[in-house]
């Protein structure tokens, strides 16, 4: 008999103010336990309302989309539990307190590829049992998984059922965690340790050594003798050797993840083993050039927006956090000093200057001469101005007026109002057959989402420029994004996210244009394209994220 659980219930028809006044002889730590006895009493039973005695597998085979409606119904398909602080628990002490919730715990194993963390094995594991709960009974996570394995070879009722009610988070977690779960099993524990885990203080104790001979030789204020020389060195270089080795585990799965993820696109891999700078050449059209804005501030504020999900690099599969950081830092435009000709008309002037600007393949911006001035007259003859290969040959943006003006009060968190640029093919010369799509004449310049030009407009003008088309390439990259099998690849593609000037909807799907060629090719809606491109006007590749 539990007499303050009894007089609870007995007053849960009043009003919670005046619950609470009936409450208040009793310690708050006490009328807290009545509480939530009684909200889990209330909970279960609107579960067993809600489930009304019915096979959930069965319902979720036949309508999906209702199991996926309502929360409650598909955690208990995937095997979870509905109460949030139990399952936090689990997760928290299976992570070792990597993770301390569900949504959580997805998103680290689903981004892997953006940011690594320090997930063990049963964490693979548990991602890949969909997060089920398994602190509530007799099997343990290694059973569940082995009982989840043979399911989903099976392809019983209740793993197709789960596969059915799955988000694309949960779908996008589980693929990484079966390409990771094989590669750390089979690792030893000292093969899961970095440097740093079997020998916390070494890199203290070789700065230590390094320190002290350096103190000591500038207290007897000679040059370093031979012996202490090559002292310096062996510790410098060990520290080198150090650093280039996986300092934790969660180093180690970095390494395991490059092993077990598809490779880049190629032009990514390009551009990571080249290390050259990539973008394009930039210019202000003319309208823009005769405002009296402070262009730098006015591009610097622009130019720090917001993007819409997927649009840009940032969201294609690169190999890991490093790979990332280094395209970051490749990433360039590149604004020559350039004034209007006001004689020649404003396309011919731009692809003049552009043209004789890549023959000389020197930089000369503003920046470069920033960089000349604040060096010494003897210095500057070696200073490397040569314009990185990185940065296309066959292609220039300018910036229209629209854009610029559209933009001025961007706010960081904003997406671009108008979005796109112009994109000019610095060969086109008009000679060709007129071209005319939605009843625009094709003028050797397409626009382009300012916000994609550096991700599948770069692709498609760099394969155009040095790369054949590369299909093994195309299906790596197509079937990292999607959970689905990929159609006829390198012919029909998901798409989502492509530039607005060359879309128009139709049924089923999506037709992309292709101005210079004049054709059109149809596209499915679904996923991204980075990559649209061909000779005749077919889809050549496409780098999905």
Sequence with gaps: MDPNLEFYRSILHLRPWERRQRMQHLSESERDRVRIIIETEQKEQRLEELVAGRDLVQVALADPEYIKGDESLKNIVLGRTNWPLEDNAMIRRITNDVARSNSTLIQYAKNFDHSSHALDLDTWKLVYCDVCYVDGGNTTLQEIYEARLREEELQTPAERARELVRDNDLKRARRNAKWMIPVIESLSEDEKKGWE??????????????????????????PFDEIEQRKIKEISDEILELLSKPRNYEDILTEVWKQ??????????????????????YYRSREVYKTRWNWRSVWRRIDESSSPFRVTWTSIHCQGQSNRFKLHDLETENWPIFSPNEAMAEDDDLRKHFKEYIRENRSNTVEDERKKKKLKKKERKNYNDTLSPGILRNTFIVIPFEFASGNLNLEHYEFYDPCWVWAYDADWDGSEEETVVDGETYQGRVKV??????????????????????????????????????????????????????????????????????????????????????SKGEVRTADAA
């Design 260 to 281: 077990v993820s598809p490779a880049p696109p190629s032009w990514i891999q390009h551009i990571l083993q080249t290390g050259e700078q990539f973008g394009f050449v």
């Design 449 to 534: 989402a300012k916000w994609s030009v550096n991700s599948w407009f770069y692709a498609a003008r760099w394969e155009g420029e040095v790369q054949p088309f590369n299909q093994e390439a195309f299906d790596a990259a197509a079937i990292e994004e999607s959970t689905d099998e990929i159609k006829g690849t390198g012919q029909t593609i998901h798409w989502r996210n492509c530039d607005r000037a060359f879309q128009k909807k139709c049924q089923g799907g999506v037709w992309l244009g292709m101005p210079k060629e004049g054709g059109w090719v149809k596209v499915d809606p679904g996923f991204s394209v980075y990559f649209v491109r061909g």
């Design 197 to 222: 885990d079997k020998d916390p203080d070494l890199m203290n104790r070789l700065y230590e050594q390094s320190n002290q001979i350096l103190k000591e030789g500038i207290k007897r204020q000679r």
